[in-house]
């Protein structure tokens, strides 16, 4: 069973990151680091627990923010071909739809292709613009996705 939390929001992964290492870890990551953190930094801004006034000078960081969209895209891709896959079972096995694990595996599957292509959309326009505008919109359009991601 899981730890109840007494009601405390868990801290987000920059919050978790400073903590350990101080505010400057970022400029003392690997890539692989960064993309494995921005997978996490994902789940944070899809469930609204990125404070973007006071950690958004961390997604201006150019090498971050490429690691940001190579790991969306990474997550996009990986999922679209799962996607893709189950619309080919489902060419050939029609009857496959009715299945209820079908139905829910495509689902989800449905929800990670859309989120992670929002996410990707969204860091691709603050690396070519720099516009932290982004995330708030990012954040709201990631909402009913925060399960899925």
Not at 28 to 38: C, L, P, S, T, V
Not at 54 to 72: K, M, P, R, V
């Amino acid at each position: 069973m899981g730890q109840k939390n007494n009601g405390k929001r868990r801290k987000s992964w920059f919050e978790q990151q400073v903590e350990r290492f101080g505010p400057d870890f970022i400029n003392n990551m690997r890539a692989d680091e960064m993309q494995k953190g921005a997978v996490k930094v994902f789940t944070d801004l899809a469930r609204g627990n990125v404070n973007i006034a006071t950690e958004g000078n961390y997604f201006l960081n150019a090498q971050f923010l490429e690691n940001c969209c190579i790991a969306a895209n990474s997550k996009r891709v990986f999922n679209s071909i799962l996607f893709d896959g189950l619309n080919a079972l489902n060419q050939i096995n029609p009857n496959v739809a009715n299945d209820g694990n079908f139905q829910a595996t495509y689902r989800q599957i449905s929800n990670k292709v859309q989120a992670y292509s929002m996410i990707y959309d969204a860091f691709c326009g603050i690396r070519g613009t720099g516009n932290l505008q982004l995330l708030y919109t990012l954040v709201s359009q990631l909402a009913p996705f925060k399960y899925s991601i």
